[in-house]
């Protein structure tokens, strides 16, 4: 009998549950703080005189934006942390092994990244000048191209047609005022 252990016995005789990194664990967890946040910082959005007693004020939809996001990044946490459980599981039956290997949290494509932020940037500082239907449509044409997607009738057909259809529920359905933009006020086209 030799006096080492091995791995399948840790030292102190119970294993502790370690928790192994992963894009979708760090994506869920980053996105749940954001719409933690987003949803905090909605409470900062003033009532118009009246607005407390309409169903539908300028925090709703921030609020149901956090909701939903905090709800859809909890399930994104939930599912990898259930992979992860999974694999554990698996490669403890395959190998006699129950210690995970923690994956890179920078495996990610940073130039990728750092270009979506950009394209968010211009988006940005666009959406005044040219307004909302020209500005979204570049911003979405340019983040699809940045994303790899080349063909003309994917960039065109998934950009332009979206972007009118939102534009029209929240201008026509929802009586949301979007500015033309400064560049269709200069022309005489609104504003």
């Known amino acids: 009998m030799s006096n080492h252990q ?14 192994s990194l992963n894009k979708d664990l760090i994506g869920g967890l980053i ?3 954001l719409s933690i946040g987003y ?11 009246g607005d407390e007693y ?12 956090s909701v939903l ?22 490669k403890a039956q395959q190998q ?3 210690l995970p290997q923690l994956q890179p949290a ?20 666009g959406l005044k000048w040219m307004g909302f ?20 009738k994917v960039l065109f057909g998934a950009s332009l047609p979206f972007v009118l259809a939102f534009w029209f529920a929240l201008t026509q359905l929802l009586d949301i005022y979007l500015a033309p933009g400064q560049l269709f006020a200069a022309l005489g086209f609104g504003g």
């Open 96 to 98: 006699g092994l129950d």
């Open 6 to 19: 091995t791995p399948t016995q840790p030292a102190s005789g119970t294993s502790k549950p370690s928790l």
């Open 133 to 152: 239907v020209i500005s979204t449509t570049f911003f979405l044409f340019a983040g699809f191209w940045v994303l790899g997607e080349r063909r003309k």
């Open 54 to 65: 309409e169903p539908f004020t300028a925090r709703t939809l921030p609020y149901v934006l």
């Open 106 to 125: 920078l495996g990610y494509d940073w130039s990728t990244v750092i270009k979506l932020l950009a394209i968010m940037v211009i988006y940005a500082m």
């Open 31 to 33: 996105f749940l703080a």
């Open 39 to 49: 949803g905090l910082s909605a409470q900062m959005i003033p009532y118009f005189p």
């Open 69 to 90: 996001g905090t709800v859809l990044s909890l399930s994104l946490v939930i599912s990898a942390l259930r992979e992860q459980q999974q694999k554990k599981q698996e």
